[in-house]
């Protein structure tokens, strides 16, 4: 990434580099290039175009072994999506959590050119039984916090064979561009509608089997305690995004003039849902009005929207908040369920300006 980009970024971390879009600069579809939010748990690793492989192993009819140029003499799709981490906003819990704290921009929508995951499925044939399909990273190294990790670990993460199968892509381009070192060069999985930690970077292999995949980014790392049924919660790895509407104008701590109109503005996201509604609240949440959707509904994709707010004449400090809903019926919850933890964190944030 330019330097002359990565200054427009709100830096989290140095190295790994964890970098933030200033989400209050919304204003393309697209996420301008060189700042699509970077999250990174190890350094980027060092891959050769020419040398690198993708392996495909396990539960196949037979091993496989492509290169770049096998993947790019496959039939190419080109897909919209909007990628968020799990992680986006928890700066906004109290008491404060371990982990990267993100603000509003852990989230950014690209277009990803690649192949699907289906298409290399296929290709590889699958021997009866096989329940998940790990996407291995190339990346790897020790983590210490929140917990240790036995040793060396690489990034890996698993989806389940029919989310592999129905619109997981392979991408090696974003944008129209080869995809840059942060964001997985040479290749990487495209999960749509599911937070980003299962859209694995710097792809190296593909593992099918037959059993739930345990390792730390799945179990230890990127789970939650979900509630269903009668029995206490039970540690879930993280899969679909969660209904949010984020405010990008204004933004926290701005002065908006007294008695004018101010267009407030954002994006609004779901997992494997559209988003059909924007409600905005101008007064903390008492009363709420319905936001205009500027962009037309698309899968995995964000829906820009607007809401032109008259300012009220009296002047001192005014909160505003945003909530969605999609068409699956799901809103926002008022509060962050203790069982979600670190993650998930999708009840409506205060934006509180200054009115004057
Ligand atoms: N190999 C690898 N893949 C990875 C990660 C990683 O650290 N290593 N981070 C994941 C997480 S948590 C997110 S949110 C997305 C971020 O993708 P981006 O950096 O392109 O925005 O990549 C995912 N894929
Ligand atoms: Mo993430």
Redesign the pocket.
């Known amino acids: 990434m330019a330097s002359s980009h990565r200054s427009e970024m709100i830096v989290r971390q140095d190295s790994p580099a964890n970098l933030e879009f200033p989400f209050e600069t919304l204003s393309d579809r697209l996420t301008p290039p060189g700042q ?7 350094p980027v690793p060092e891959l050769s175009a020419a040398d690198w492989r993708l392996d495909i192993s396990g539960l196949t009819r037979q091993p496989l072994s492509l290169t770049l140029a096998d993947l790019h003499a496959m039939v190419s799709h080109t897909v919209t999506v909007t ?1 968020e ?2 992680g986006n906003n928890r700066s906004f819990l109290t008491p404060k959590v371990d982990g990267v704290a993100w603000d509003l921009g ?1 989230v ?1 929508t690209a277009e990803w050119t690649g192949v699907p995951l289906s298409a290399v499925l296929e290709r590889a044939g699958l021997q009866a039984g096989v329940q998940e399909v790990v996407l291995c ?3 790897r190294g020790c983590l210490y916090e929140p917990v240790k990790t036995p040793g060396i670990i690489a ?1 890996e993460r698993s989806v389940p064979l029919q989310k592999a199968r129905s619109d997981v892509l392979l991408a090696y381009a974003m944008n129209g561009q080869p995809l840059t070192a ?3 060069f040479p290749l ?1 999985a495209i999960v749509p509608g599911w ?3 299962a ?4 792809l190296r292999g593909i593992h099918l089997t037959d059993t739930p995949f345990q390792g730390f980014f799945q179990t230890l790392d ?1 789970s939650y305690w979900e509630q269903s049924g009668p029995l206490s919660p039970q540690m879930t790895p993280l899969s679909a995004m969660q209904v949010k509407a984020q405010i990008a104008r204004p933004a926290a701590g701005e002065t908006v003039a007294a008695g004018q109109p101010y267009s407030v503005t954002g994006a609004a996201w779901t997992g494997e849902a559209e988003i059909t509604g924007v409600e905005v609240s101008t007064d903390g949440g008492l009363t709420w009005a319905e936001a205009e959707l500027t962009d037309p509904p698309e899968a995995h994709v964000w829906r820009r929207w607007q809401y032109l707010w008259q300012a009220p004449n009296t002047p001192g400090q005014v909160t505003l908040l945003a909530r969605a809903t999609d068409s699956a019926g799901c809103t926002q919850p008022s509060e962050h369920a203790p069982g979600r933890g670190k993650y998930m964190i999708t009840f409506p944030l205060p934006v509180t300006v200054l009115l004057e």
């Open positions: 699509f939010y970077v999250r990174s748990h190890f990628l981490c799990a852990a950014s990273g190339a990346d990034y942060q964001h997985g990487r937070y980003g930690m859209s694995v970077k710097w990127y």
